[in-house]
């Protein structure tokens, strides 16, 4: 524990376990994006809050997986509508005595193409 100096952990019981959140969190829609296409960009927020002072240990092997996992497919997900694939990411530290540690987000924007005669309406 953090009392002996060790930075896993600086209460008992926090950072036993990281909270893991993914939210569609929005984005822009352009119905005329082109004379034929329609563009959608879809936000995906990954949110993860952890106790463990040790930064490297939780937030980085995460954001690489998640990389990693994005490269492993096709350079559109294997969809044919979807144009680019974007991963940011921030990290803050937490300042608070209740729970000291580490907030991080991760954004997955996913811009999406498609052709404006099949989303009229009939």
Do not use: C
Not at 49 to 58: E, N, P, Q, T
Request: aromatic share 6%; charged share 25%; net charge neutral.
């Amino acid at each position: 524990m953090g009392s002996k100096g060790k930075p896993e952990k600086t209460k008992h019981g926090i950072a036993d376990l990281p909270e893991v959140t993914i939210i569609p969190a929005g984005g822009a829609v352009q119905p005329a994006g082109s004379s034929t296409g329609a563009r959608i960009t879809q936000i995906y927020r990954i949110i993860m809050v952890d106790g463990d002072l040790r930064l490297h240990k939780v937030f980085f092997p995460l954001k690489w997986s998640i990389v990693r996992s994005l490269a492993s497919t096709d350079e559109n997900l294997g969809l044919t509508y979807v144009r680019r694939i974007m991963v940011s990411d921030s990290v803050d530290e937490k300042n608070e005595e209740i729970h000291p540690g580490w907030n991080m987000g991760i954004d997955i924007e996913v811009e999406m193409w498609f052709d404006r005669t099949k989303l009229k309406l009939i």
